[in-house]
């Protein structure tokens, strides 16, 4: 089943001349549980693509369905609230609230949502993150690698229907980048999670299920591994 369907999706900026079209046109589906890489040069349109898979930018043509829904025919809160629900989001620089703990900003999708928090599962994401030590510190209190952490917790604590990450690992030395990517194959293997990671990194797209390469805003390739 194709929990995710791209057709003919578009994303331009500018006019005339000066036209950029950062998306071209672009058409794949992703099946449940897949993990799915990205791979393409600095500048090719690989993270305007990720932001238009998750609902954070509209596009200029195109479909997007999550699990059956043009996601693009919400209006901008229902789309909010969609995206909370069924998308989580990994960013390269983790976007993680300063004065929140690693409990608060793990949960804070739920406190969002007015959504209780289920404890059991709380619990068991942060003994696999390995954050028991750390429940209590601030961001500013973590390594890199702690707090990309926390940040897999938040994407995964609602149990979305899609998990996208965006350079995940760019910002971390390769031992935490290792334990990273780790993790995120753990979730989708032990979550049964669909995973679309963004990376420019090859040895990360080698572990995945299937690589799609992306240039100048077009899918050139789509391999299985």
């Given at each position: 089943?194709?929990?995710?369907?791209?057709e003919n999706l578009s994303k331009t900026y500018g006019k005339g001349?000066?036209?950029?079209?950062?998306?071209?046109?672009?058409?794949?589906?992703?099946?449940?549980?897949?993990?799915?890489?990205?791979?393409g040069a600095s500048g090719s349109g690989k993270s305007t693509l990720l932001h238009l898979l998750g609902g954070v930018d509209r596009p200029?043509?195109?479909?997007?369905?999550?699990?059956?829904?043009?996601?693009?025919?919400?209006?901008?809160?229902?789309?909010?609230?969609?995206?909370?629900?069924?998308?989580?989001?990994?960013?390269?620089?983790?976007?993680?609230?300063?004065?929140?703990?690693?409990?608060?900003?793990?949960?804070?999708?739920?406190?969002?949502?007015?959504?209780?928090?289920?404890?059991?599962?709380?619990?068991?994401?942060?003994?696999?993150?390995?954050?028991?030590?750390?429940?209590?510190?601030?961001?500013?209190?973590?390594?890199?690698?702690?707090?990309?952490?926390?940040?897999?917790?938040?994407?995964?604590?609602?149990?979305?229907?899609?998990?996208?990450?965006?350079?995940?690992?760019?910002?971390?030395?390769?031992?935490?980048?290792?334990?990273?990517?780790?993790?995120?194959?753990?979730?989708?293997?032990?979550?049964?999670?669909?995973?679309?990671?963004?990376?420019?990194?090859?040895?990360?797209?080698?572990?995945?299920?299937?690589?799609?390469?992306?240039?100048?805003?077009?899918?050139?390739?789509?391999?299985?591994?």
């Amino acid at each position: 089943m194709a929990i995710l369907e791209v057709e003919n999706l578009s994303k331009t900026y500018g006019k005339g001349e000066n036209m950029v079209r950062a998306v071209d046109d672009v058409s794949f589906a992703i099946e449940e549980g897949e993990f799915v890489a990205i791979v393409g040069a600095s500048g090719s349109g690989k993270s305007t693509l990720l932001h238009l898979l998750g609902g954070v930018d509209r596009p200029t043509d195109g479909v997007v369905r999550i699990e059956n829904k043009n996601i693009y025919q919400l209006s901008d809160d229902a789309l909010a609230i969609f995206r909370r629900r069924q998308i989580g989001i990994i960013y390269q620089f983790y976007n993680l609230i300063p004065i929140l703990n690693v409990v608060e900003n793990i949960t804070l999708p739920c406190d969002l949502d007015n959504k209780k928090v289920s404890n059991a599962r709380l619990n068991e994401l942060i003994k696999t993150l390995g954050l028991e030590e750390r429940i209590d510190h601030l961001p500013n209190q973590l390594s890199g690698g702690q707090q990309q952490r926390v940040s897999i917790g938040r994407a995964l604590i609602n149990d979305p229907a899609l998990i996208l990450a965006d350079e995940p690992t760019g910002n971390l030395d390769s031992k935490a980048g290792d334990e990273i990517v780790s993790l995120l194959k753990l979730s989708n293997k032990k979550y049964h999670q669909t995973i679309v990671v963004i990376t420019h990194d090859l040895e990360i797209a080698a572990q995945a299920d299937r690589v799609l390469t992306f240039e100048d805003g077009r899918v050139t390739k789509d391999e299985r591994m």
